[in-house]
């Protein structure tokens, strides 16, 4: 069994999916994407979402402003860092009460010192799967990304044992969030 993580959610429609489907964090995109959306998006969404479920804010380079923002409202409580690793940006994310989740490609080193760590491919968002067999145990708990959908997912946390499997495009038909998909692959990962 593996935590499931819905990310780049754009819609209410995808907020009432996701409440439904009960993944135990849902994600949204701040950084540079067809997935963006603006704070007060955000935090709409986050006063429709089951109370139970975590927030995230995806970020390439952190935007500080927008975090202390976000943290102030309380519309997400963990942020996403892809891009260059910086123990700093970390440390001053998680001294506004934010946990950190660093991103990092399979082979790569951790050099900070975040609350979670994600592995995810190149071009995150894009579908493509990741080598599984470069993926190093790090303390942290993990997350696994790249390529997931609600068909490979049980496979996924069999091979290598997240704490927690995260998708966007695999669960989408059209380039928009499905609802049934977002609702197999949570039953998958719980269940995988």
Known sequence: MAKAKICGLMRLEDIE???????????FVFADSRRQISVPTAQNFR?????????VGVFVEPDMKKIEQLAK????????????QNQETVTKIQALGLQVTQVIHPGEELITKPDYVMY?????G?????????IKKPDQPVFLAGGLT????????????????DVSSGVETDQ?????????????????
């Open 17 to 27: 999916a996701v409440n439904n489907a009960h993944p135990e964090m849902a994600g």
């Open 47 to 55: 006063t429709h979402l089951d109370n139970d479920i975590k927030t």
């Open 73 to 84: 409202e309380k519309t997400v409580s963990v942020i996403q860092i892809h891009g260059k």
């Open 120 to 124: 995810d491919g190149q071009n995150p």
């Open 126 to 134: 894009s579908g493509q799967l990741i080598n599984w067999t470069q």
């Open 150 to 165: 609600p068909e490979n997912v049980a496979k996924a946390i069999q091979a290598i044992q997240p704490d927690f499997v």
């Open 176 to 192: 928009q969030k499905d609802s049934a998909k977002i609702s197999k692959f949570t039953q998958e990962a719980h269940n995988g």
